[in-house]
């Protein structure tokens, strides 16, 4: 079956920092990513719609100049956390999707985050 | 936001099937029932997903009601590994996403 890899799969960063989450889609071509996030026995909250060669469309409550959103190839998306603060710390996953809306979504291992 | 009822727990003995329900009175004509699951801190993995007529798969069945409003996932021999939380989800048409509920954690008992 398609393949998402996400990395990195753990990150622990200084208050303050900015870091990147990157997302790929390994054997097939993904025209849309999306990005969640996951707190401690809680559901997966949808962030961001990321569609390649275009701007991010953000769910409501997240802040687009934190959650920077960068979908410059078919196969890659990042997210970067920029100014990192402790209430950042999350499970971060992605997921992606070939052109068909009705195609199911590949979800890659997810990335946590702990920003001390 | 498209949304689920789904018990909040199940529990299931090794071995039997374990039948997880799922209510999606709100779901419209062209929308698809996707499962999905999810073991403690990894990422969803897709079980199988439904327009309107049951379906298959080496992983489980689906079982969608004539009226689509509700589906049934059948898992036919739940193992050890099998313990996770199942999401139903609803998407499709102009609703592309993929919005997550609450799901059920399923829990298989040896």
Same mark, same amino acid.
């Given at each position: 079956g398609a393949v998402v890899s996400q990395h990195p799969s753990r990150v622990i960063c200084k208050s303050g920092t900015s870091v990147k989450i990157e997302c790929r889609s390994l054997d097939f071509q993904a025209t849309t990513m999306f990005w969640y996030r996951q707190f401690p026995k809680k559901s997966l909250m949808l962030m961001a719609t990321s569609n390649e060669g275009s701007k991010a469309t953000y769910e409501q409550g997240v802040e687009k100049d934190k959650f920077l959103i960068n979908h410059?190839?078919?196969t890659l998306s990042t997210l970067t956390v920029t100014s990192? /603060?402790?209430?950042?710390s999350s499970f971060y996953i992605c997921s992606a999707r070939r052109s068909s809306t009705n195609e199911k979504l590949f979800f890659g291992s997810g990335t946590q985050l702990s920003v001390l | 936001d498209a949304k689920t009822t789904q018990p909040t727990s199940m529990d299931c003995a090794e071995g039997r099937a374990a039948n997880l329900p799922c209510n /999606?009175?709100?779901?419209?004509?062209?929308e698809y029932v996707y499962w999905y699951r999810q073991i403690h801190s990894q990422g969803p993995q897709y079980i199988i997903h439904g327009l309107k007529n049951n379906e298959t798969n080496e992983m489980a069945s689906l079982i969608i009601t004539e009226d689509r409003k509700s589906s049934t996932l059948i898992l036919p021999h739940a193992t050890l590994r099998d313990t996770a939380v199942y999401y139903c989800i609803y998407s499709g048409g102009s609703n592309y996403k993929l919005t997550f509920g609450k799901g059920t954690l399923l829990t298989v008992n040896p």
């Open positions: 410059a190839s078919l990192a /603060h402790p209430e950042d | /999606h009175s709100t779901i419209s004509g062209n």
